[in-house]
């Protein structure tokens, strides 16, 4: 059965989401093919192809058990290195799309080396062989940075989609590492983009993704759960950059969001999670785009350029209203007055006036169940002394901008004060307020 977000997200949006998917690709390839003044001049690199990380190939196709190396030539200091583990549910390489490729030479002019791994792909080889590969090519780059040249205090592990899937599980179970010998605080940290990060079946769920999940993991929930880097959360975990797309496939953002706050939940330091507008699961990769705003997002995190204009003062408002000014949390305490309520179409109408120019923001949240209090039933349940006297109510927000209501008009209609939306307990987290009140947060 759907949930009003699947609903919401098919007759709502889909006309403009699907014209938007096709102008995203469209308007990426003309963003590639119009670059003149980068393409004229190529910074000179080294890239070193083919590199074997273990020992123990698999001799059926070795070319599957290797990374290969782009560094940055001219450099006065010892550059991060940027490990990039490539997407395609698993069951698909690189080697036609070269997203990775892409990648690594978009990040090249910023001083960043990259090592593209190849890993051994499903249904031929199972889980956990994906994940022991990722680990494999980890250990390996650490072991050889100086050999290399790249700075071993600053490796960083990121993915997309199944990738993002294995650098996340990597990362955050320490069984891979160590089973290498590696220290699982090794990582500088983690970017992931796209990904996926709780393997169980959710609703809405395209049926190849059903279909990959199946190939790579099969279908024991105890696997399924084991494989899952939600499953591993722990507070000593590497930083973390999640992105993704608004519109990228049905059920990641809200994966996405849920991943973030697992992991802020369990005091990770630092995680920075966005939803990025006008791209797709794709375009979201196209870091060779200097418009694409994970662009400038993964060099900030990499500590390689910060983030400049709009974006930064988008950026630096999102991560100060994580913990907002205000807060309905009080409201909580009044367990015996908060009901329950299924999230139905006139409350999405409700909600969509407010995010008008940003609704896929919306969809990072299933958007399944509201609670509230009646509006009267909490005045009356207050002393005198904090409710005042008088037939009128008084309505003030932020501004000091004030509405009044007199309470026989507006009792009849049972008005409650929503105080969550499916798991989030302070509304103030939602999104929108930080984008019309920046100046105040």
């Given at each position: 059965?759907?949930?009003?977000?699947?609903?919401?997200?098919?007759?709502?949006?889909?006309?403009?989401?699907?014209?938007?998917?096709?102008?995203?690709?469209?308007?990426?390839?003309?963003?590639?093919?119009?670059?003149?003044?980068?393409?004229?001049?190529?910074?000179?690199?080294?890239?070193?192809?083919?590199?074997?990380?273990?020992?123990?190939?698999?001799?059926?196709?070795?070319?599957?058990?290797?990374?290969?190396?782009?560094?940055?030539?001219?450099?006065?200091?010892?550059?991060?290195?940027?490990?990039?583990?490539?997407?395609?549910?698993?069951?698909?390489?690189?080697?036609?799309?070269?997203?990775?490729?892409?990648?690594?030479?978009?990040?090249?002019?910023?001083?960043?080396?990259?090592?593209?791994?190849?890993?051994?792909?499903?249904?031929?080889?199972?889980?956990?062989?994906?994940?022991?590969?990722?680990?494999?090519?980890?250990?390996?780059?650490?072991?050889?940075?100086?050999?290399?040249?790249?700075?071993?205090?600053?490796?960083?592990?990121?993915?997309?989609?199944?990738?993002?899937?294995?650098?996340?599980?990597?990362?955050?179970?320490?069984?891979?590492?160590?089973?290498?010998?590696?220290?699982?605080?090794?990582?500088?940290?983690?970017?992931?983009?796209?990904?996926?990060?709780?393997?169980?079946?959710?609703?809405?769920?395209?049926?190849?993704?059903?279909?990959?999940?199946?190939?790579?993991?099969?279908?024991?929930?105890?696997?399924?759960?084991?494989?899952?880097?939600?499953?591993?959360?722990?507070?000593?975990?590497?930083?973390?950059?999640?992105?993704?797309?608004?519109?990228?496939?049905?059920?990641?953002?809200?994966?996405?969001?849920?991943?973030?706050?697992?992991?802020?939940?369990?005091?990770?330091?630092?995680?920075?999670?966005?939803?990025?507008?006008?791209?797709?699961?794709?375009?979201?990769?196209?870091?060779?785009?200097?418009?694409?705003?994970?662009?400038?997002?993964?060099?900030?995190?990499?500590?390689?350029?910060?983030?400049?204009?709009?974006?930064?003062?988008?950026?630096?408002?999102?991560?100060?209203?994580?913990?907002?000014?205000?807060?309905?949390?009080?409201?909580?305490?009044?367990?015996?007055?908060?009901r329950s309520y299924p999230i139905d179409q006139r409350f999405v109408q409700r909600l969509l006036p407010v995010y008008e120019h940003f609704k896929y923001e919306l969809l990072e949240w299933p958007l399944?169940?509201?609670?509230?209090?009646?509006?009267?039933?909490?005045?009356?349940?207050?002393?005198?002394?904090?409710?005042?006297?008088?037939?009128?109510?008084?309505?003030?927000?932020?501004?000091?901008?004030?509405?009044?209501?007199?309470?026989?008009?507006?009792?009849?209609?049972?008005?409650?004060?929503?105080?969550?939306?499916?798991?989030?307990?302070?509304?103030?987290?939602?999104?929108?307020?930080?984008?019309?009140?920046?100046?105040?947060?």
């Open positions: 059965m759907l949930t009003m977000h699947h609903r919401l997200h098919r007759f709502a949006w889909i006309a403009s989401l699907s014209l938007l998917l096709c102008l995203t690709h469209w308007t990426a390839s003309l963003l590639c093919a119009a670059s003149p003044g980068e393409s004229q001049e190529k910074e000179k690199v080294k890239i070193i192809p083919n590199i074997p990380y273990t020992k123990t190939v698999d001799v059926k196709n070795p070319r599957r058990q290797t990374l290969d190396l782009y560094l940055p030539s001219g450099s006065k200091t010892k550059p991060p290195l940027l490990v990039f583990v490539h997407g395609g549910f698993w069951t698909l390489s690189d080697d036609e799309f070269h997203i990775g490729s892409s990648l690594a030479e978009a990040l090249l002019p910023s001083g960043i080396a990259t090592a593209l791994v190849r890993y051994r792909l499903a249904p031929a080889v199972r889980h956990p062989a994906q994940a022991e590969d990722v680990a494999a090519a980890v250990a390996y780059l650490v072991r050889e940075a100086n050999k290399y040249g790249y700075d071993s205090g600053r490796i960083f592990l990121a993915g997309h989609s199944a990738g993002a899937h294995l650098a996340a599980l990597v990362a955050l179970d320490p069984s891979y590492l160590r089973a290498r010998g590696l220290d699982p605080g090794s990582l500088a940290g983690v970017i992931a983009i796209s990904g996926i990060y709780d393997l169980h079946p959710q609703p809405g769920m395209a049926d190849e993704q059903k279909a990959t999940t199946q190939q790579a993991f099969g279908g024991n929930p105890d696997i399924l759960k084991a494989a899952s880097p939600v499953t591993h959360v722990r507070s000593t975990a590497p930083a973390f950059l999640i992105l993704a797309a608004a519109s990228d496939f049905p059920g990641f953002l809200v994966d996405a969001k849920k991943f973030a706050d697992a992991l802020r939940r369990t005091g990770v330091s630092h995680v920075d999670q966005f939803v990025l507008p006008d791209l797709d699961h794709f375009s979201i990769i196209r870091l060779e785009n200097r418009n694409n705003q994970a662009r400038s997002l993964v060099l900030e995190f990499l500590k390689a350029e910060p983030l400049a204009g709009e974006l930064s003062l988008l950026i630096e408002a999102k991560r100060r209203w994580r913990n907002p000014p205000f807060s309905t949390l009080p409201f909580w305490e009044y367990k015996d007055l908060i399944e169940r509201y609670y509230a209090i009646d509006l009267f039933s909490y005045l009356d349940s207050l002393p005198p002394e904090k409710v005042g006297h008088g037939n009128y109510l008084t309505i003030t927000n932020i501004r000091n901008e004030k509405d009044f209501w007199d309470r026989r008009q507006i009792e009849r209609y049972k008005p409650v004060i929503v105080i969550g939306i499916d798991d989030e307990k302070n509304l103030f987290r939602l999104g929108i307020f930080y984008r019309a009140l920046r100046e105040y947060s």
